[in-house]
Structure formats: C-alpha cells, structure tokens
Nanobody
Framework: QVQLVESGGGLVQAGGSLRLGCAAS????????MAWFRQAPGKEREFVGA????????YYADFAKGRFTISRDNGKNTVYLQMSSLKPEDTAVYYC?????????????????????WGQGTQVTVSS
C-alpha cells in the first residue's frame, strides 16, 4: 500500500503561482511513477502530467505545457507540481496518483485507471 497526502492548495490570483506537494508513505517511493490529475466542479477528472520513478522523464497535458512542472525528491518521498501563470480555469481539486513502475523511466499513463493509489486531493482556486 502507498499512502499519498497532497498539500499546498489555496487561493491565488490569476497570473500567480502555486506549488503543490504530495508526500508518500508505505512503500519504496522510488519504485513508483507518479502523476497529477485535477477535477473541476461538474467535470471529469483530467490528467495534468506524470513523472517517472527516477524523475528523468515527464510528460504533460497540452494545457499544462509551459506553465506546469512536475518534479520529485525521492529522498523526501515527495512529488511536486509547480504551477505558474495560473488561470481561473485551473480551479479544481488536484490529486496525485501512483503506479508501481518496473523500469526507472516508465512515466505511466494519462488515464485514471493507470494508477492504483490516490491522494485525497487539495483545492486550488484561481480568482480573476
């Protein structure tokens, strides 16, 4: 089992920045590829981006490219989502997710079912 706890959400003005964190416990963090998803009210959960277990590979949804950066610190068992140039449409609950990775550069998929473990989410609200 892997337990995931997100933090760092809050209220920010449009154009601002925010960094979310996701702390993992329970298993060897460095064996898991990680991802961020988000869900806005009344909308489906959507993929934001993912990072390989080593941190060497990442990929992002189109809306996140150039504005969001995923990184991880395996020594601290934490994955981060740095968000900048935030827009009101980025308002959502942000979730981190984990999937066991058998290779260090496997990044994981972009679908919810690709991930076995989920955090409880953290609210991000961007005001205009």
């Amino acid at each position: 089992q892997v337990q995931l706890v997100e933090s760092g959400g809050g209220l920010v003005q449009a154009g601002g920045s925010l960094r979310l964190g996701c702390a993992a416990s329970g298993r060897t963090f460095s064996a898991y590829a990680m991802a961020w998803f988000r869900q806005a009210p009344g909308k489906e959960r959507e993929f934001v981006g993912a990072i390989s277990s080593s941190g060497g590979s990442t990929y992002y949804a189109d809306f996140a490219k150039g504005r969001f950066t995923i990184s991880r610190d395996n020594g601290k068992n934490t994955v981060y989502l740095q968000m900048s140039s935030l827009k009101p449409e980025d308002t959502a609950v942000y979730y981190c997710a984990a999937t066991h990775s058998y290779t260090s550069e496997y990044v994981g998929g972009s679908a919810s079912y690709d991930y076995e473990y989920w955090g409880q989410g953290t609210q991000v609200t961007v005001s205009s």
